[in-house]
């Protein structure tokens, strides 16, 4: 009797829960009913007013299918946001002449995605607490609050560069926890590592297509529509392949993150159809660094994979890699090829050390700012350096000066104060990829945490040299890299995977 009793308790449970499912799904398929009913209502009244606006019904039904499929999928969001920060630039470049706002609508797609967790009745409680306890998020929240005080700065002369300051620090915060919460489960890493594998292939591959065929005529006439940037692509008899990217540096970096983790994880796949897939993308994103010409993420490169074998040097096969990837850069180095741009550019690299005239101007101008920087522990202000300031703070000290480095631009609207918190994040992050990695038992999660991890180190290395973090196209592999590298630490898999053990 007892044993039928839980019996039907249990079928009931069972009842309930398939019930509650259902119901799920049918609010599901009546909110897309509407929200389709009411685009196709507003759409066929602006055809009405104007037949011209008619044209816009396929876009306004294509965003309104996007911005649902963000609010009721989380994961599928995360790769909308990712294939739009890989490839929009390419799409404004062919079909708007350059016109679209690219970043707003970044931040847009990531606003939506976190609406639907809301409309979806996530269990937020629970996952910000979660999120919150991990040892990364605490600092991150910690540097956002300096950030946010940045905006009473008295050496600010406006409040308007707070703004695009405040928008960014919300989008990044609003990815991280988009990753933390979609990569819950070893399958669905393995996922966005197939997506991004995906998004760099083609991305690299169209860089090839770049430099073997050359530039088509379209970016022709986006690159001789502005004079500047037409002198920084077009540099030293070579030109600097940009792909589908907003410009030949965010490439590099996005690219040269991609490379280190591809050829990381390859290292740990037992199944070698997947281990040669892995290497074949690390040797398309290569190309596609070594077609940028850009000579920071040839330090990336050199730095991130140098780092992925110092924490990975227990492992027998990162030592024959060690020696290999040395054998390969000695080649490079010294090998008597002296007509090939993308090895010279190379060499120049570590070569050119203290001599390099675009060196000896950085260098100028950082002694030259530095009574500023001691005289400020708190900084210009937001958005006080470069460009931008013109805009945001004209006729500040700092408006103009170009930082030419991420740390550089830190320290200076930031202060040393801020500059300190900004390593502190840096080092937290990296401590706690190194202690994932010696903590996790499963070789399948070490790897890929030490891959993330690599990548994520060379981010900062780049950052050295140029600003290598905040772009739209590199906080979609940065912030995911973040959550997956947390997330690894705490899952129970099984043993038998396609990694070796």
């Known amino acids: 009797m007892k044993q039928q009793g839980d019996a039907y308790q249990k079928s009931n449970v069972l009842a309930l829960k398939s019930k509650h499912q259902r119901s799920a799904a049918l609010k599901k398929n009546a909110l897309v009913i509407l929200i389709l009913l009411l685009t196709g209502i507003a ?7 104007k037949p011209i606006y008619a044209a816009g019904i396929p876009l306004i039904l294509s965003c309104t299918a996007i911005a649902i499929i963000c609010i009721l999928y989380a994961e599928a969001g995360l790769y909308i946001i990712m294939f739009y920060s890989f490839f929009i ?35 937020l409680k629970t996952s910000i607490n979660t999120f919150v306890k991990t040892p990364v998020v605490p600092i991150f929240l910690l540097f956002y609050l300096y950030t946010t005080i940045e905006v009473f700065n008295p050496a600010g002369f406006s409040l308007q560069g707070a703004l695009p300051a405040f928008r960014k620090i919300a989008a990044t915060i609003s990815l991280l926890f988009i990753a933390f919460n979609v990569l819950n489960s070893y399958a669905a890493v393995n996922r966005f590592i197939t997506v991004l594998l995906i998004f760099s292939s083609l991305t690299a591959i169209y860089t090839c297509i770049q430099e073997w065929h050359g530039f088509f005529d379209f970016e022709l006439e986006w690159l001789r529509a502005d004079e500047r940037r037409y002198r920084m692509t077009f540099v030293n008899g070579g030109a600097r392949r940009i792909s589908t990217f907003p410009d030949a540096p965010s ?25 040669y897939l892995f290497l074949i993308v690390a040797l398309l994103c290569f190309l596609a660094i070594a077609y940028s010409l850009t000579r920071t993420a040839n330090v990336m490169l050199v730095a991130g994979f140098g780092f992925f074998i110092l924490i990975t040097l227990n492992r027998k096969i990162s030592r024959i890699i060690a020696g290999i990837g040395l054998a390969a850069f000695l080649f490079i180095m ?38 500023y920087m001691y005289r400020h522990p708190f900084g210009g202000g937001l958005n006080t350096t470069g460009d931008e300031a013109h805009i945001y703070h004209p006729g500040h000290p700092l408006a103009g000066f170009p930082p030419d480095s991420g740390f550089m631009k830190k320290a200076l609207e930031l202060g040393w104060v801020g500059f300190a918190l900004a390593l502190f994040l840096y080092f937290t992050i990296l401590k706690t990829g190194i202690r994932g990695y010696f903590a996790v038992k499963r070789r399948e999660h070490k790897i890929i945490i030490a891959a993330a991890t690599a990548g994520i180190f060379s981010q900062y290395v780049g950052e050295i040299a140029q600003v290598a973090l905040g772009q739209i196209t590199d906080i979609v592999i940065y912030y995911p890299f973040i959550a997956m590298m947390l997330k690894l630490q705490n899952m129970d898999q099984p043993v038998n995977t396609e990694y070796e053990q």
């Open 334 to 371: 010294y090998a008597p090829v002296y007509n090939n741009n993308q090895i010279n550019q190379f060499r120049n690299t570590f070569k050119g050390g203290t001599k390099d005239p675009s060196y000896l101007v950085r260098e100028m101008n950082r002694k030259a700012i530095r009574p």
């Open 251 to 275: 490439l590099a970096v996005a690219m040269t993150v991609c490379c280190i983790f591809f050829l990381g994880s390859s290292t740990g796949l037992r199944n070698k159809g997947k281990r």
């Open 89 to 123: 630039s390419h799409f404004n470049r062919l079909l708007l002449n350059d016109s679209l706002s690219i970043g707003i609508y970044s931040d847009l797609l990531i606003i939506v995605t976190v609406l639907g967790f809301i409309v979806r009745r996530y269990d």
């Open 43 to 49: 759409a066929g009244l602006l055809g009405s007013v």
